[in-house]
Nanobody, 124 residues
Framework: QLQLVESGGGLVQPGGSLRLSCVAS????????IGWFRQAPGKEREGVSC????????AYANSVKGRFTISRDNAKNTVYLQMNNLKPEDTAVYYC?????????????????WGKGALVTVSS
């Protein structure tokens, strides 16, 4: 069964950087469209970034565009989210999610599998 495990969260100062990793097991990453989502306290879950199976199609939320970079290494079954110039409003639990059915998928409704989340806290 497919499992997704996030890592790399933590506490950082504003302007700092973190790199989140999402490791997939039980399934070949080549066949997974991947999205990163986040949910801040008191807010709804929102899409952060998404990437197609081969990495050729990528999208970012306006709030993170220019600061975050998504990438994937299918040989390592790992997807990354590089987060630079972090802001306090980036504080949230970040989730990795996968869509097995589509080549490219970004919406929360299309995701079939979810990780348990990684907490990112950016101090004010």
């Amino acid at each position: 069964q497919l499992q997704l495990v996030e890592s790399g969260g933590g506490l950082v100062q504003p302007g700092g950087s973190l790199r989140l990793s999402c490791v997939a097991s039980g399934f070949i990453l080549d066949y997974l469209a991947i999205g990163w989502f986040r949910q801040a306290p008191g807010k709804e879950r929102e899409g952060v970034s998404c990437i197609s199976r081969n990495g050729s199609s990528i999208a970012y939320a306006n709030s993170v565009k220019g600061r975050f970079t998504i990438s994937r290494d299918n040989a390592k079954n790992t997807v990354y989210l590089q987060m630079n110039n972090l802001k306090p409003e980036d504080t949230a639990v970040y989730y990795c999610a996968a869509d097995r059915e589509r080549w490219y998928s970004c919406g929360v409704s299309g995701m079939n599998y979810w990780g348990k989340g990684a907490l990112v806290t950016v101090s004010s």
